[in-house]
């Protein structure tokens, strides 16, 4: 199948990316091919709790190679965490492979073309979009590169086999095909399954044999992501469609029960805590920011009074849009989602 064809192919399917972005997966191979792409397979599954990139890799790696195959006439590489089993079994399996050290902005897309062109695996400000080619603010220039998720290429690898109507049988009209969830916490049968937009929340869960738990929240998508309060759930769907409302996506697939019976604001330092350590080390916001706002909320947690409150919304007010792959901003995000959706802290005890 040549590469117009397909472009228009996944399209006619309403395929989107399935690592967390949802962009028009037809629009990025047609862009790729115009300019003679270089294609990265995504497997880090970087985001906290996530595990369908391995899965993935573990039962689908001939579909998803042949998947890539198709996508471009360049090289190929897989992206995987280094000592990782994944990184393993690629390699067994003679795959060409790019080493990722585990941390978290360490794959993101230009993080990515970065150390496949021998530098450092950290984000950059981009002259274009990868996809295209581009160089960084020291003038190294790089390759034209498409990046797409495991899963994504899995699943056009999926259409290309299986033909549209079989992948618009599952989702919903707006959302299309079967996605990978991974139910990390709180359910009876944590793992990765197969779903589809359009479920109830209930139902997402169901999947993992439904919580065993009494719920407080809902959190998706990890340190991207945000959370449903478990009163606000009657009736939600897991899509972008039916999360948007309460400021939140499926994003990555990761869903995580929150304990009622624990103190919710717990998960939230941790998560933090693990996000301050996470910084590339070339932008202020994710430096400083960062750590600054993780600092808030466990001076909040420690004693909570209305002025340190204040401190945590400032703080998420400052880190919003920017950074130069915005892990700032969705770590703001989180919060953000994190003050309107949790139990408070009990302010002026």
């Known amino acids: 199948m040549d590469v117009t064809t397909l472009s228009t ?11 967390g972005a949802d962009f028009r997966t037809g629009a990025k191979v047609a862009v790729a091919a115009q300019h003679g792409a270089d294609l990265i397979v995504n497997a880090c599954d970087g985001e906290l709790g996530a595990a369908k990139d391995a899965w993935v890799i573990t039962h689908h790696l001939a579909e998803m190679l042949a998947g890539a ?27 060409a492979t790019l080493a990722v050290p585990r941390r978290y902005v360490a794959s993101e897309e230009s993080s990515l073309v970065s150390l496949a062109h021998g530098g450092l695996a950290r984000p950059f400000m981009r002259s274009a ?21 495991a899963e994504t290429v899995w699943r056009l690898s ?10 618009r049988s ?30 109830t929340v209930e139902e997402l869960l169901s999947v993992g044999g439904g919580p065993v738990v009494e ?4 959190w ?32 990555s697939g990761v869903v995580d029960v929150i304990d009622a019976r624990a103190d919710p604001w717990r998960e939230v330092e941790a998560a933090l805590d693990y996000a301050a350590g996470e910084s590339a080390g070339q932008c202020g916001p994710c430096m400083f920011g960062v750590p600054g706002l993780r600092d808030a909320v466990a001076a909040l947690r420690r004693s ?22 915005h892990y700032p901003d969705g770590v703001a995000g989180f919060v953000d989602s994190a003050l309107r959706a949790l139990r408070p802290v009990e302010v002026g005890k």
Not at 9 to 19: H, I, N, Q, S, V
Not at 215 to 218: E, G
């Open 158 to 167: 999926q259409i290309m086999d299986r033909g549209v109507r079989w992948f």
């Open 69 to 95: 195959q198709a996508v471009t006439r360049g090289s190929i590489q897989v992206a995987a965490s280094r000592d990782s089993a994944v990184l393993a079994q690629l390699r067994a399996q003679g795959v």
């Open 129 to 149: 979009p990868v996809v295209t080619g581009s160089h960084d603010r020291r003038g190294r220039r790089f390759r034209p590169t498409l990046v797409l998720n």
């Open 304 to 325: 909570p009074t209305p002025q340190r409150s204040d401190q945590v919304k400032h703080r998420v007010r400052q880190l919003a849009g920017r950074g130069a792959c």
């Open 215 to 218: 719920v407080a929240a809902r």
């Open 9 to 19: 192919l996944l399209d006619d399917a309403g395929l989107t990316g399935r690592g």
């Open 170 to 199: 599952f989702g919903t009209a707006a959302e299309p095909g079967p996605r990978l969830v991974t139910l990390v916490n709180g359910v009876a049968r944590p793992g990765v399954y197969d779903a589809e937009a359009g479920l």
């Open 220 to 251: 998706f998508g990890g340190l991207g992501g945000g959370f449903l309060p478990a009163h606000q759930e009657a009736g939600v769907r897991w899509s972008r469609a039916g999360l948007a409302p309460f400021g939140i996506a499926p994003g």
